[in-house]
T-cell receptor, first 114, second 113 residues
Framework: KNQVEQSPQSLIILEGKNCTLQCNYTVSPFSNLRWYKQDTGRGPVSLTIMTFSENTKSNGRYTATLDADTKQSSLHITASQLSDSASYICVVSDRGSTLGRLYFGRGTQLTVWP | EADIYQTPRYLVIGTGKKITLECSQTMGHDKMYWYQQDPGMELHLIHYSYGVNSTEKGDLSSESTVSRIRTEHFPLTLESARPSHTSQYLC????????????FGPGTRLLVL
């Protein structure tokens, strides 16, 4: 069964600190992996997308890594800000059909305190 | 910020009522999607469309129906709302391509009493 597991389920950090969120997946065949940020009451917004051959990709203070061999990804947030408080969702796409089916994790709820 | 809109943002309605959730995008995307999301849970695909007059059911069984008469418009209809339909409904669109990114609307929070 294709799955996407994220950890931790929730995380509280102080403003200015760094943090790392984890994503493990069993989706096969693998096409790409995305990290989305979902603010409370809003739809998810794409942060990064990585294909099989990419190991790391940055978007400002967000850096995503991918190890396709171990099927693991991480999202590192540097110098956190209050506005980083949100749910971070890992999404994996397979290439088993023309749909490019997406598998969603349940997200990590990040809270940044002042 | 993606140009995809959903209305209403919040809806409280009684059991048995017919409701339509609106979704529109101005990006000219062929593909559109409806997801259902409960608090703390993952998104579940309930409907998708590859273009005008094309609609398919997603992974999660849903009593809702959709239509795609125009590229920019993808409404979702519940003929008879029930309390089990209480959830957040997210609409998304994307351009065709291997690295398609889905752009999400703000969502509609539905409460059926």
């Amino acid at each position: 069964k294709n799955q996407v597991e994220q950890s931790p389920q929730s995380l509280i950090i102080l403003e200015g600190k760094n943090c790392t969120l984890q994503c493990n997946y069993t989706v096969s065949p693998f096409s790409n992996l995305r990290w989305y940020k979902q603010d409370t009451g809003r739809g998810p917004v794409s942060l990064t997308i990585m294909t099989f051959s990419e190991n790391t990709k940055s978007n400002g203070r967000y850096t995503a890594t991918l190890d396709a061999d171990t099927k693991q990804s991480s999202l590192h947030i540097t110098a956190s800000q209050l506005s980083d408080s949100a749910s971070y969702i890992c999404v994996v796409s397979d290439r088993g059909s023309t749909l490019g089916r997406l598998y969603f994790g349940r997200g990590t709820q990040l809270t940044v305190w002042p | 910020e993606a140009d995809i809109y959903q209305t209403p943002r919040y809806l409280v309605i009684g059991t048995g009522k017919k409701i339509t959730l609106e979704c529109s995008q101005t990006m000219g995307h062929d593909k559109m999607y409806w997801y259902q999301q409960d608090p703390g849970m993952e998104l579940h695909l309930i409907h998708y469309s590859y273009g005008v007059n094309s609609t398919e059911k997603g992974d999660l069984s849903s009593e809702s129906t959709v239509s795609r008469i125009r590229t920019e418009h993808f409404p979702l209809t519940l003929e008879s709302a029930r309390p089990s339909h209480t959830s957040q409904y997210l609409c998304a669109s994307g351009a065709s391509g291997v690295e398609e990114t889905q752009y999400f609307g703000p969502g509609t929070r539905l409460l059926v009493l």
